[in-house]
């Protein structure tokens, strides 16, 4: 193998664990984000809230997609990206609030 070859595979094992740093974080983040959203599910439950709240996720995907396009995402993934878990989130919320009720 030239040097040249191996200064790209050297290249790419540091990219790939920058990448895997970040799918880490991810994770990490997304943890800490469904025991807040867990939190948000016993209080809708305790106090009869509906699971979903449609105002509460119009903004957020506004919000979420102003902050893709500044952030060079494509603001149609990011959009996917949060309908994705907010749908686990509400699944997440009338798990609990059938929980609640029994």
Known sequence: MSNSEEEVLEQLRSIRQSIDNIDAALIHMLAE???????????????????????????????????????????????????????????HHEQIAGATQR
Do not use: Y
């Not at 469904?34 to 509460?56: I, N, S």
């Open 33 to 91: 984000r469904f025991k807040f959203t867990q939190q948000v599910g016993r209080l809708k439950a305790v106090h009869g809230l509906p699971p979903a709240d449609l105002e509460r996720e119009r903004e957020q995907i506004q919000r979420l997609r102003g902050l893709a396009e500044e952030s060079h995402l494509d603001p149609a993934f990011a959009e996917k990206f949060l309908n994705f878990i907010v749908a686990e989130v509400i699944h």
